[in-house]
């Protein structure tokens, strides 16, 4: 993230304000999200955003990147947790659940920035699929540990299945956002959990 302009010190917490416009992009996407709604949640002048971060487009790949380091990267360490990878594995599998079944749910950044910019922008493309790769190898590196410790069949495809995984959380974080039922996430992962043991 660009620096203040020289001479122009912040009086803000830059931190704070990029939790509060990270909120309101989760909440609304890129295109609903003006200027004036983010500096009303920022607490800040449109001045003082502009020398801070630059422009709109710029805070919302900077909150991107917050997300990633605050959400995507604390998935992979609940995965890396000593003790059982499986059991890491199905505890992250069922918190996302519980997440998406919550009734203020956003689903996910990344997802929805993934379904509102599709391939487009080639830019916030490339940023979303190096976050997807993140996620793919997380649950790979789970999946790794849990075939060496034995919990899961030797034939196991660890990479296919862990980007079966990444797939099966986008689904998930779009289903707690569109608001479907808390029946059909549980089937969804009841079946996920039934596969992973058959190998």
Excluded at 15 to 31: C, H, N, R, S, T
Excluded at 60 to 68: L, P, Q, V
Excluded at 84 to 104: E, I
Excluded at 120 to 141: C, H, M, R
Aim: with cysteine; hydrophobic share 40%.
């Amino acid at each position: 993230m660009p620096d203040a302009r020289r001479g122009r010190p912040r009086e803000f917490d830059t931190d704070a304000a990029l939790e509060a416009a990270m909120q309101v992009f989760w909440k609304q996407g890129y295109e609903a999200t003006s200027v004036g709604q983010l500096c009303d949640a920022m607490g800040i002048a449109r001045q003082s955003m502009y020398d801070w971060v630059g422009d709109k487009r710029a805070l919302f790949i900077a909150s991107i990147d917050r997300y990633r380091q605050l959400w995507i990267c604390g998935m992979r360490d609940m995965l890396s947790l000593e003790g059982s990878p499986l059991g890491n594995l199905r505890h992250c599998l069922h918190a996302m659940a519980d997440y998406a079944k919550k009734p203020d749910c956003d689903g996910c950044l990344v997802t929805n920035t993934a379904n509102e910019f599709g391939t487009g922008d080639e830019e916030i493309a490339s940023l979303v699929g190096s976050i997807d790769e993140f996620i793919i190898d997380a649950f790979t590196q789970v999946l790794d540990r849990a075939k060496a410790e034995g919990e899961i069949p030797e034939g196991v495809d660890t990479r296919s299945t862990g980007a079966a995984l990444a797939v099966l959380r986008n689904g998930m974080m779009v289903a707690g956002r569109s608001g479907q039922s808390h029946e059909s996430i549980d089937r969804t992962l009841d079946l996920i959990e039934a596969l992973l043991k058959m190998g």
